[in-house]
């Protein structure tokens, strides 16, 4: 079994009473929450090291680290190998801070895209614009149904019912 697979199997599948489950994940979002207010602290550094260096650096267990990997692997330039990764896989945390900041939007992580540390890469203004677009992004907008009577869209002249609508 993968490292990844072990991680998901731990956190997802095993069965866990709500009260564990509840602490478990009110524990690694605050080792997450650590590691991205060192992350981006510096967000020009590239961070290198294997995954079970890099786990160590930040404090953490090396399943926990694998998860923090899997959920900042979208955001990353270059994704890493995480399906198959070992703690001695090289990996590189080089996030677009754009696309970062977004996924935080998108997973309703508020205790990280409200982090302190993103006032010194963009102003309130862009971090408002990219909350917008990111919330937008997912609301469907249905199309104006046609009517019946009203003129076919495929530019006849005809009504709908008439046209295309048989």
Excluded at 61 to 68: A, I, K, N, S, Y
Excluded at 103 to 117: G, I, R
Aim: hydrophobic residues 35%.
């Amino acid at each position: 079994m993968t490292l990844l697979e072990t991680w998901r199997n731990v956190a997802y599948e095993s069965q866990q009473d709500e009260m564990s489950a509840q602490s478990f994940w009110q524990q690694y979002f605050e080792q997450e929450k650590s590691v991205y207010e060192k992350l981006l602290a510096n967000p020009d550094e590239v961070v290198t090291g294997t995954v079970a260096e890099l786990a160590k650096q930040y404090d953490m267990e090396t399943l926990t680290f694998v998860g923090f990997l899997d959920g900042i692997n979208d955001s990353l330039v270059k994704p890493n190998p995480i399906e198959t990764m070992e703690e001695d896989t090289e990996v590189a945390l080089d996030f677009d801070n754009e696309k970062l900041f977004r996924n935080m939007v998108d997973a309703k992580a508020d205790w990280l895209y409200t982090l302190p540390e993103w006032d010194k890469i963009f102003d309130a203004d862009k971090r408002k614009s990219l909350t917008l677009e990111q919330k937008r992004s997912h609301t469907f907008v249905a199309d104006k149904k046609v009517g019946r009577n009203d003129p076919c869209p495929c530019g006849s002249g005809k009504k709908y019912k008439h046209c295309c609508g048989r």
